[in-house]
């Protein structure tokens, strides 16, 4: 713009006052290649730009990258490509084939036995002493699991653990109903008992 | 409990040279703590709610004998080819019309309880009590969902855990164990291998805690069971897209409750410590990063005694701590 005013105020009336297209221009013809490239770069009838035109994040740029979804692990320029591998689709289908041959020979996790990881440690410590060195081999560590293994366990009565689960949610359920927060109600029951506090709270419903 | 701050050992004959140590009478974790992920999975759910097979070995009955322990629901999650949802409900819980129900949404195995990185809330379960698990889906296809329980104290059985302020405390130097898993297709959980199976680089007779793990392909959970954790099962979702949050998984689970629920395992039980995954029919091949702190020896019971210290490769243990 102060090209073009300095160039006005010398009375120039060259075709260098105003560039090709510009209106003010005295061949301007608004059908001309020119001129329409002239109004494509600066009239902006939606208001200012955020980035000047041909920009490459301007939203009218041919190409422009505003549009691609950034996926987490998908390179949205070679969408084609195996999320977070990057592999390509033949190299996909083959590891996805060797992939369910090796499922199909995978075996199932064995169920084991829970236990005590203070009794191991205690175990192996006791087998560090006796053997006098610190590493066990594999044959030395395998002797201490078994061992722990062949342990008879306490006898659990699931009758009995059934009943005493009931009384607890009974007493649970009478001291919540009478306005005791939940941990104190079952810190109650845990000091206290679940019998005791049953039959102490039913004393108390039949004297009121 | 007997910590070693000077150990020296002949390494041609394993035998301890030299030896200083004190009694140590601070504040521990004693009691039977365990941390247990439950998987199961549902054939070809549909759009009805469908009652999850638990994966072999597990069950969705609570652990325990005792009501008054502290037994948490500390989250849960699924994974789903089709989107679906996710019912956990129980007459103890809120209700048994609707209970806890979330929205899973399609091939992504995210938490759906709480995000762990602001703070949490865990719902309160209790001992033998039976909860009923459901989940649509799609009709084609094997959906899977897992809970992960937590356990203050449970008889007969204990893990060791150490929490956050302590791991800080007494953590040396990280390091990651990466082995790859062959998942079954059945919903179960499979293709257990050690956690040397593939690096075998863990310092002999040494404590580490698992903070979380990574995995480069779409499962429903890594499982990662030892005598450490009670020959429980502690799991993480095998989610490759949240990468920042899986991990640090147990970190920001003992973060967010204020507790010791970060696993600890000693190296000596490498051969009795293995990584698992569960997945949908799809099976797959998983490489697993667990991201690991060796520790201090000594500071979390159900320790290696005797030549419990890091010979070489690590910091000496007065490097212990984090910035400040």
């Known amino acids: 713009m102060a090209r073009i005013t300095k160039g006005l105020e010398a009375g120039a009336r060259n075709d260098d006052a105003f560039p090709p297209g510009h209106p003010a221009r005295h061949d301007y013809d608004p059908k001309s290649a020119a001129a329409m490239e002239w109004v494509r770069q600066n009239v902006h009838p939606l208001g200012d730009r955020d980035f000047p035109v041909d920009h490459p994040k301007a939203a009218d740029t041919p190409g422009n990258t505003n549009v691609l979804e950034w996926s987490a692990g998908v390179d949205p320029r070679n969408a084609h490509l195996e999320p977070f591998t990057g592999r390509t689709p033949e190299q996909a289908a083959g590891v996805a084939q060797m992939s369910a041959i090796a499922s199909l020979a995978a075996a199932e996790s064995p169920v084991l036995q829970p236990l005590n990881a203070m009794e191991v440690a205690e175990a192996m410590n006791v087998k560090r002493n006796a053997v006098g060195h610190d590493v066990l081999t594999a044959d030395e560590y395998s002797e201490v699991m078994a061992e722990l293994h062949r342990r008879p366990r306490p006898d659990v009565n699931p009758e009995q653990i059934r009943e005493q689960i009931a009384a607890q949610h009974q007493a649970l359920t009478l001291l919540l109903t009478r306005a005791y927060p939940r941990e104190t109600a079952l810190n109650m029951i845990s000091l206290e008992g679940a019998e005791s506090i049953i039959k102490r709270f039913s004393a108390e419903a039949k004297g009121a | 409990m007997r910590v070693n701050t000077k150990v020296v050992i002949d390494i041609g004959s394993d035998l301890v040279m030299e030896r200083e140590s004190f009694e140590y009478c601070g504040p521990v974790e004693q009691c039977g703590r365990a941390l247990e992920v439950v998987a199961g999975f549902a054939t070809n759910p549909g759009a009805t709610f469908t009652v999850l097979t638990p994966s072999?070995?597990?069950?969705?009955?609570?652990?325990?004998?005792?009501?008054?322990?502290?037994?948490?629901?500390?989250?849960?999650?699924?994974?789903?080819?089709?989107?679906?949802?996710?019912?956990?409900?129980?007459?103890?819980?809120?209700?048994?019309?609707?209970?806890?129900?979330?929205?899973?949404?399609?091939?992504?195995?995210?938490?759906?309880?709480?995000?762990?990185?602001?703070?949490?809330?865990?719902?309160?379960?209790?001992?033998?009590?039976?909860?009923?698990?459901?989940?649509?889906?799609?009709?084609?296809?094997?959906?899977?969902?897992?809970?992960?329980?937590?356990?203050?104290d449970l008889g007969g059985v204990a893990g060791r855990f150490c929490d956050f302020p302590t791991l800080q405390k007494i953590g040396l130097n990280m390091v990651t164990v990466e082995v790859t898993v062959t998942a079954v297709a059945t919903g179960n959980f499979g293709g257990a291998v050690a956690i040397n199976s593939t690096i075998d680089n863990l310092i002999a007779n040494t404590d580490y805690a698992v903070l979380g793990g990574m995995v480069d392909t779409r499962g429903d959970t890594v499982g990662i069971t030892g005598v450490d954790f009670g020959n429980l099962r502690v799991g993480f979702p095998a989610e490759p897209s949240l990468r920042n949050l899986t991990n640090s998984w147990f970190m920001n689970i003992a973060e967010g409750f204020g507790g010791a629920w970060i696993p600890v395992f000693n190296s000596a039980n490498k051969t009795q410590t293995t990584i698992d995954v569960q997945t949908n029919g799809a099976g797959g091949t998983y490489i697993i990063n667990l991201e690991c702190v060796q520790l201090l020896p000594g500071q979390v019971p159900g320790g290696a005694t005797g030549a419990a210290v890091q010979p070489g490769g690590g910091g000496a243990p007065t490097s212990a701590g984090q910035p400040h």
Do not use: M
Not at chain 2, 70 to 76: E, P
Not at chain 2, 101 to 109: F, G, L, P, S
């Open chain 2, 56 to 152: 072999t070995g597990q069950s969705f009955t609570v652990r325990g004998t005792d009501i008054t322990k502290g037994t948490w629901l500390l989250n849960a999650w699924a994974f789903n080819a089709a989107a679906g949802e996710l019912r956990i409900r129980s007459p103890r819980l809120h209700d048994f019309f609707s209970g806890i129900r979330n929205r899973v949404t399609a091939a992504q195995t995210a938490p759906l309880l709480e995000n762990l990185l602001n703070g949490a809330y865990a719902q309160r379960l209790y001992a033998q009590d039976n909860l009923t698990v459901e989940l649509t889906g799609g009709a084609a296809e094997i959906d899977t969902a897992s809970l992960l329980i937590g356990y203050e």
